[in-house]
Nanobody
Framework: QVQVVESGGGLVQAGGSLRLSCAAS????????MGWYRQPPGKQREMVAI???????NYADSVKGRFTIARDYAKNTVYLQMNSLKPEDTARYYC????????????WGQGTQVTVSS
């Protein structure tokens, strides 16, 4: 049973930083892609950042230049460094992992709440 568990959310003031962590049960080498999604209050879930096994990273336009996704293969963990946070970044953030090269993620975490105050 594959599990991905998020941590690192919290309350931060606008302009501040947070680092989210996503720990996988077992090697993350088996995943073609791992990424972060978020669901703001009353809105649909959206992609934030995805890291592929080929080394590429894709970001939502709204977070480019502020967020960075990174993998640590030794720790089987994926991070999302979030800088210059804005109130509109407030959401529940989910980690996801995908085995194939395309399609929807196969595994999802329970999420971690990020709240940015103005």
């Amino acid at each position: 049973q594959v599990q991905v568990v998020e941590s690192g959310g919290g309350l931060v003031q606008a302009g501040g930083s947070l680092r989210l962590s996503c720990a996988a049960s077992g090697s993350i080498l088996r995943f073609n892609a791992m990424g972060w999604y978020r669901q703001p209050p009353g809105k649909q879930r959206e992609m934030v950042a995805i890291s592929t096994s080929s080394g590429t990273a894709n970001y939502a336009d709204s977070v480019k230049g502020r967020f960075t996704i990174a993998r640590d293969y030794a720790k089987n963990t994926v991070y999302l460094q979030m800088n210059s946070l804005k109130p509109e970044d407030t959401a529940r953030y989910y980690c996801a992992a995908r085995i194939r090269t395309m399609g929807e993620p196969n595994y999802w975490g329970q999420g971690t709440q990020v709240t940015v105050s103005s």
